[in-house]
Nanobody
Framework: QVRLVESGGGLVQAGGSLRLSCAASGRPLSSLTMGWFRQDPGKEREFIAGISRTGTNTNYADSAKGRFTISRDIARNTVYLQMNNLKPEDTAVYHC???????????????????WGQGTQVTVAS
């Protein structure tokens, strides 16, 4: 079992920054592909960023490239999403997720993730 707990969301003005954290327990990050997704009510879950279990590969949605950075701290077993130059359209609930397979090729697809956090709300005011 893997437990994921997100934190760091909040209300920010457009152009501002937030850093989301996802603390994992139950398995080390070296055995997990980790992803960040976001979801608005009534919309499908949208892939934002992913990082491989080795930490050497990352993948970003076009909407995140150049503004968001995914990283991890092995000692803390925590994954981060640094979000800069936030826009009102970034408003959503952000979830982290863990995939226990050895593949990084499915990182953008929500249904291949085995564990999900409860989410943290990000609201960007214009």
């Amino acid at each position: 079992q893997v437990r994921l707990v997100e934190s760091g969301g909040g209300l920010v003005q457009a152009g501002g920054s937030l850093r989301l954290s996802c603390a994992a327990s139950g398995r080390p990050l070296s055995s997990l592909t980790m992803g960040w997704f976001r979801q608005d009510p009534g919309k499908e879950r949208e892939f934002i960023a992913g990082i491989s279990r080795t930490g050497t590969n990352t993948n970003y949605a076009d909407s995140a490239k150049g503004r968001f950075t995914i990283s991890r701290d092995i000692a803390r077993n925590t994954v981060y999403l640094q979000m800069n130059n936030l826009k009102p359209e970034d408003t959503a609930v952000y979830h982290c997720a863990a995939d226990t397979s050895l593949s990084f090729t499915r990182v953008t697809v929500p249904r291949f993730y085995d564990y999900w956090g409860q989410g943290t709300q990000v609201t960007v005011a214009s």
